[in-house]
């Protein structure tokens, strides 16, 4: 017989996991409700969702679940395609956005609030199984990947578009990193998620065909390096939380201020556009 005892402590321990990744995902979830990532989705990617949706072939008549969809970046264009779309985020202030820009351009969309560590979905629900810069985002990097693959038919399409770590959202990261709180325990960096060895080892033997391309994608939105800082400062959520954890520190906010502002002068071409590298992945689920 188990040791009632060694049941209780595991009890305790499993009860004290779960809270903590509650509480992770409480934080995720008003981080992203912060500033205005509706806004900055439509003035700086609007493209990058019908990327993604061609790149999977998503077809009339398909069922297609965008993990992670925020506004519906992805989830619009595949439903405007003919496919059967369930956009599922995190946050309900981007669903709630997502909602009326779908209604706006006239997609039929499902929207649930869902974690993509969790997916309440039942196995082989979907034939294409899509994240546009999105589930990258979740902290747990193979919880989120074991779902991907979980919810998608054999034979269906993951398809997943992200930054790359050497990339400007990457480099981004990089230089919050130092004036951002310690991640959580088991928490892995956004950006791995661009990186295809990384991305193959989280899929593993459970997919095949794989496909993947580094692109970029050039933004012309801000008029000079400062504009860009301030611009994230006030609209990108990771960002407003990286300045609201060094709160009054004079001179940690000002080093943070010319971070962002260099590394937005060392990637500016001559005429001050930047390309953002991104990694374009597809796989078919065995």
Same mark, same amino acid.
């Given at each position: 017989?188990?040791?009632?005892?060694?049941?209780?402590?595991?009890?305790?321990?499993?009860?004290?996991?779960?809270?903590?990744?509650?509480?992770?995902?409480?934080?995720?979830?008003?981080?992203?409700?912060?500033?205005?990532?509706?806004?900055?989705?439509?003035?700086?990617?609007?493209?990058?969702?019908?990327?993604? &949706?061609?790149?999977?072939?998503?077809?009339?008549?398909?069922? *297609?679940?965008?993990?992670?969809?925020?506004?519906?970046?992805?989830?619009?264009?595949?439903?405007?395609?003919?496919?059967?779309?369930?956009?599922?985020?995190?946050?309900?202030?981007?669903?709630?956005?997502?909602?009326?820009?779908?209604?706006?351009?006239?997609?039929?969309?499902?929207?649930?609030?869902?974690?993509?560590?969790?997916?309440?979905?039942?196995?082989?629900?979907?034939?294409?199984?899509?994240?546009?810069?999105?589930?990258?985002?979740?902290?747990?990097?193979?919880?989120?990947?074991?779902?991907?693959?979980?919810?998608?038919?054999?034979?269906?399409?993951?398809?997943?578009?992200?930054?790359?770590?050497?990339?400007?959202?990457?480099?981004?990261?990089?230089?919050?990193?130092?004036?951002?709180?310690?991640?959580?325990?088991?928490?892995?960096?956004?950006?791995?998620?661009?990186?295809?060895?990384?991305?193959?080892?989280?899929?593993?033997?459970?997919?095949?065909?794989?496909?993947?391309?580094?692109?970029?994608?050039?933004?012309?939105?801000?008029?000079?390096?400062?504009?860009?800082?301030?611009?994230?400062?006030?609209?990108?959520?990771?960002?407003?939380? *990286?300045?609201?954890?060094?709160?009054?520190?004079?001179?940690?906010?000002?080093?943070?201020?010319?971070?962002?502002?260099?590394?937005?002068?060392?990637?500016?071409?001559?005429?001050?556009?930047?390309?953002?590298?991104?990694?374009?992945?597809?796989?078919? &689920?065995?």
């Amino acid at each position: 017989m188990s040791d009632p005892k060694n049941r209780s402590e595991t009890d305790k321990t499993s009860s004290t996991a779960s809270e903590q990744d509650q509480a992770l995902k409480a934080r995720h979830r008003a981080m992203w409700a912060l500033g205005d990532y509706p806004a900055l989705a439509a003035d700086i990617i609007p493209e990058l969702g019908t990327v993604l &949706v061609e790149a999977a072939r998503v077809q009339p008549g398909d069922r *297609v679940l965008d993990v992670a969809a925020g506004t519906g970046n992805a989830a619009i264009p595949a439903a405007l395609a003919g496919a059967s779309v369930v956009a599922s985020d995190l946050t309900p202030e981007l669903l709630a956005a997502g909602r009326r820009l779908a209604e706006e351009r006239g997609a039929d969309i499902e929207w649930l609030e869902a974690d993509a560590e969790a997916l309440p979905f039942a196995d082989n629900s979907f034939d294409v199984v899509l994240s546009c810069v999105g589930v990258m985002f979740a902290p747990h990097h193979q919880a989120s990947a074991d779902e991907l693959v979980r919810v998608c038919r054999s034979g269906g399409t993951i398809a997943l578009l992200n930054w790359t770590p050497e990339g400007f959202i990457g480099q981004m990261f990089a230089a919050m990193k130092e004036y951002a709180p310690p991640p959580a325990p088991g928490a892995q960096p956004p950006p791995l998620w661009g990186n295809p060895e990384h991305v193959r080892k989280l899929l593993g033997d459970r997919v095949t065909n794989i496909e993947e391309r580094k692109a970029t994608l050039r933004v012309d939105h801000f008029s000079n390096a400062e504009g860009f800082r301030d611009y994230f400062k006030t609209r990108y959520g990771p960002t407003i939380a *990286v300045y609201r954890n060094i709160g009054d520190d004079a001179a940690r906010v000002s080093a943070l201020d010319q971070a962002l502002a260099e590394l937005a002068r060392k990637y500016a071409q001559n005429n001050g556009d930047v390309e953002w590298e991104y990694l374009l992945l597809t796989a078919t &689920v065995q």
